[in-house]
């Protein structure tokens, strides 16, 4: 696949190998036997998942971290356009289709990033294994209202560390529960940063908060709970 906005992928410092690779992980996803990630035309791939994917990095302490996680990461974004751009940091895609995970398992393979780990199951029951408080970030792209994916988000979070839910623009109320539920799992919210992936995107923003303390131990709570009745709901 062409890739058609070099000077973007210049400014977050992806050089032409990269490039390159980025470009092969196009054609993995136009040649996916299953529209794997809802978009088949090129240029939005680009915009839609490759550039908005970048755009993270704009963000403080994203390019630092050692460690990342995905939560829903669908057919692999920001997972692996992540993995090609931060080659030593380790990036945990988290998404519970099993069809989906192996797709990001092959493109994974295929463009050879030794740094991508798969974990095919739900947010809810990843923050209870043993990976729980070890990640500097977790990031995810439109997974769920604000409240919720704190809740999947926090509980994988070391203290110190960032999340970054990425959204467009959310109403006051959907706000102040966000706020609400990371004060109960241990953060505070930081910064709402406008990220900018291309000249003439949509609005779209990256809610940031930062873990000040352990997450208590009974979050997330199990499979559906925290989408059917979300933290910070009056």
């Keep these: 696949m062409k890739l058609n906005h070099d000077p973007a992928y210049a400014k977050y410092g992806l050089d032409p190998a990269t490039r390159r690779q980025l470009s092969l992980l196009g054609d993995l996803i136009l040649g996916a036997g299953f529209n794997v990630s809802g978009v088949r035309d090129h240029e939005e791939i680009e915009r839609t998942h490759f550039l908005d994917s970048l755009s993270v990095?704009?963000?403080?302490?994203?390019?630092?971290?050692?460690?990342?996680?995905?939560?829903g990461?669908?057919?692999?974004?920001?997972?692996?356009?992540?993995?090609?751009?931060?080659?030593?940091?380790?990036?945990?895609?988290?998404?519970?289709?099993?069809?989906?995970?192996?797709h990001i398992q092959k493109c994974a393979a295929i463009l050879k990033l030794h740094n991508v780990d798969v974990r095919c199951m739900r947010a809810e029951e990843y923050g209870h294994t043993n990976d729980r408080e070890s990640y500097d970030v977790v990031v995810s792209r439109a997974v769920?209202?604000?409240?919720?994916?704190?809740?999947?988000?926090?509980?994988?979070?070391?203290?110190?560390?960032?999340?970054?839910?990425?959204?467009?623009?959310?109403?006051?109320?959907?706000?102040?529960?966000?706020?609400?539920?990371?004060?109960?799992?241990?953060?505070?919210?930081?910064?709402?940063?406008?990220?900018?992936?291309?000249?003439?995107?949509?609005?779209?923003?990256?809610?940031?908060?930062?873990?000040?303390?352990?997450?208590?131990?009974?979050f997330p709570r199990r499979a559906g709970i925290p989408s059917k009745r979300p933290l910070g709901q009056m």
């Design 73 to 102: 990461s669908g057919a692999g974004f920001p997972a692996l356009v992540l993995a090609l751009a931060l080659p030593s940091t380790g990036i945990t895609a988290v998404e519970s289709i099993h069809k989906k995970c192996a």
């Design 144 to 218: 769920a209202s604000l409240p919720v994916v704190c809740e999947y988000s926090m509980p994988l979070l070391r203290t110190g560390g960032l999340m970054v839910a990425m959204k467009t623009t959310i109403s006051d109320q959907e706000r102040i529960q966000g706020v609400t539920a990371l004060g109960i799992l241990g953060a505070d919210l930081l910064d709402v940063v406008e990220l900018d992936p291309f000249e003439g995107s949509h609005s779209r923003r990256a809610y940031v908060a930062r873990k000040t303390r352990s997450t208590p131990s009974e």
């Design 57 to 71: 990095l704009s963000i403080g302490g994203i390019a630092e971290a050692r460690d990342i996680a995905d939560i």
